[in-house]
T-cell receptor
Framework: GAGVSQSPRYKVAKRGQDVALRCDPISGHVSLFWYQQALGQGPEFLTYFQNEAQLDKSGLPSDRFFAERPEGSVSTLKIQRTQQEDSAVYLC???????????????FGEGSRLTVL | AQSVTQLGSHVSVSEGALVLLRCNYSSSVPPYLFWYVQYPNQGLQLLLKYTTGATLVKGINGFEAEFKKSETSFHLTKPSAHMSDAAEYFCAVSGSGGYQKVTFGTGTKLQVIP
């Protein structure tokens, strides 16, 4: 696709519900990142994929957070038993069409805004 | 590990005035440095980046930034602010080579007063 696409754009969940957020990266981009952006804060790294391999998940805040990218393209971030502190915008970014050295230039989607009541 | 500190969460300038957004970095290795801009309800967009070579880098929309190793700074400037520059600006850093996590600052919201 022309850009990074995320869905849903807005999600309201009751505390304790499970949610799934989808990211469709730019076609051919090998690297995919998830970030969490709380209100008034900068994006905080969650996890990184190179193709289907999850190479870094050091930013996932708890074992309730799980991400996958089974075929190396679309990725899903799943949050189980949501809590109010999970309310944030979840940003997906892709980069590195050649899969080579990462110059850090990330192409971001518009984000999925999660509100947990 | 790398980190960035952005001085000033809010900056106001008059239309036509100089824009200066401050960023200092901390890195144990030669850093790559970036400025991203975020308009309301949108994702982040790259303004400019420093990887190697010339320390003064020019980006889109008339912005530029200078990498100063001695000051560990990468401040963003624009000679003359335009109303359309009102947005939030994020400084970011990563290490160089291979996979490197990009770490963002807390952001500076720029207000342009007509």
């Amino acid at each position: 696709g022309a850009g990074v696409s995320q869905s849903p754009r807005y999600k309201v969940a009751k505390r304790g519900q499970d949610v799934a957020l989808r990211c469709d990266p730019i076609s051919g981009h090998v690297s995919l990142f998830w970030y969490q952006q709380a209100l008034g804060q900068g994006p905080e790294f969650l996890t990184y994929f190179q193709n289907e391999a999850q190479l870094d998940k050091s930013g996932l805040p708890s074992d309730r957070f799980f991400a996958e990218r089974p075929e190396g393209s679309v990725s899903t971030l799943k949050i189980q038993r949501t809590q109010q502190e999970d309310s944030a915008v979840y940003l997906c970014a892709s980069s590195s069409p050649s899969g080579g050295s990462n110059t850090g230039e990330l192409f971001f989607g518009e984000g999925s805004r999660l509100t947990v009541l | 590990a790398q980190s960035v500190t952005q001085l000033g969460s809010h900056v106001s300038v008059s239309e036509g005035a100089l824009v200066l957004l401050r960023c200092n970095y901390s890195s144990s290795v030669p850093p790559y440095l970036f400025w991203y801009v975020q308009y309301p309800n949108q994702g982040l967009q790259l303004l400019l980046k420093y990887t190697t070579g010339a320390t003064l880098v020019k980006g889109i929309n008339g912005f530029e930034a200078e990498f100063k190793k001695s000051e560990t700074s990468f401040h963003l400037t624009k000679p003359s602010a335009h109303m359309s520059d009102a947005a939030e600006y994020f400084c970011a850093v990563s290490g160089s080579g291979g996979y490197q996590k990009v770490t963002f600052g807390t952001g500076t919201k720029l207000q342009v007063i007509p």
